[in-house]
T-cell receptor
């Protein structure tokens, strides 16, 4: 599968623990996005990278959340001091810049459960 | 405020019947509109975008700027169309924050 891959697929953690998710985008894609999806809702934008630069962050992204894309390839999303409200599906997507809005290709997601 | 509204959480139709999934949006500029689909146990994927003006898997969607709507239609539903459908909006000016609706689950009965 040469699409966007995310690891792990599932993560169960105790409240207060830190977790880190990884996303490997499609290799030639320079844009990478993180979304969060809770039950019954569509994906909500969290943050976006153009190459290694984080260009936009949602107000949903509290100071407990940090995302990196150090070499403009894979990205990590870390949540510190997890709370039960962080339980959600975390989706990564990537796209190739072609002027204006372009199609985003999504990964399978990481389902986080905070107990 | 930028918003995408899909008023129906669940839409159930019989095979061969027409289907219309509603989408209304709120945006001050000229956005790009998309429909994404998620089949069971598969990842979210693009179905169609309004600028392409094409039919994918028999689905079409017309952007109505006057009514700020982008409804998805298919004249004859098939069982394999059963899936979760998301309407989405992205700023036309090159902004990269795609806003999704809450989704409509389409169930096509045999």
């Amino acid at each position: 599968d040469t699409g966007v891959s995310q690891d792990p697929r599932h993560k169960i953690t105790k409240r207060g623990q830190n977790v880190t998710f990884r996303c490997d985008p499609i290799s030639e894609h320079n844009r990478l996005y993180w979304y969060r999806q809770t039950l019954g809702q569509g994906p909500e934008f969290l943050t976006y990278f153009q190459n290694e630069a984080q260009l936009e962050k949602s107000r949903l992204l509290s100071d407990r959340f940090s995302a990196e894309r150090p070499k403009g390839s894979f990205s990590t999303l870390e949540i510190q001091r997890t709370e039960q409200g962080d339980s959600a599906m975390y989706l990564c997507a990537s796209s190739l810049e072609a002027g204006g809005a372009t199609e985003a290709f999504f990964g399978q997601g990481t389902r986080l459960t905070v107990v | 405020a930028q918003r995408v509204t899909q008023p129906e959480k669940l839409l159930s139709v019989f095979k061969g019947a027409p289907v219309e999934l509603k989408c209304n949006y709120s945006y001050s500029g000229s956005p790009e509109l998309f429909w994404y689909v998620q089949y069971s146990r598969q990842r979210l994927q693009l179905l169609l975008r309004h600028i392409s003006r094409e039919s994918i898997k028999g689905f079409t969607a017309d952007l109505n700027k006057g009514e700020t709507s982008f409804h998805l239609k298919k004249p004859f539903a098939q069982e394999e169309d059963s899936a979760m459908y998301y309407c989405a909006l992205s700023p036309h000016t090159g902004g990269f924050k795609t806003i999704f609706g809450a989704g409509t689950r389409l169930f096509v009965k045999a």
